[in-house]
């Protein structure tokens, strides 16, 4: 199956914790877990499985875009 965070956070991942920036991917797992944890504590009660797919999509969006971000960062830190 395919979902959003399946192989750009892999690319990710693998690009960052090669180069140290493991403190990074800690963070945020840790507010992607949070996250997860909050939406489906609100959304599941209201809303069932639906709820608990759109938790996971928001989760896994803002997840991707965190790791983008550190990504993009660490890129133009890495080249200046």
């Not at 507010?31 to 069932?48: A, D, E, Q, R, S």
């Amino acid at each position: 199956y395919w979902s959003i965070d399946s192989w750009y956070v892999d690319l990710f991942n693998s690009v960052l914790s090669a180069n140290g920036q493991g403190r990074s991917l800690r963070n945020c797992l840790i507010i992607y877990g949070l996250m997860i944890l909050t939406c489906n504590v609100i959304l599941i009660p209201k809303f069932g499985a639906t709820g608990a797919a759109y938790s996971k999509l928001l989760s896994s969006i803002v997840y991707l875009l965190s790791i983008w971000i550190i990504y993009v960062n660490f890129k133009k830190r890495d080249f200046i």
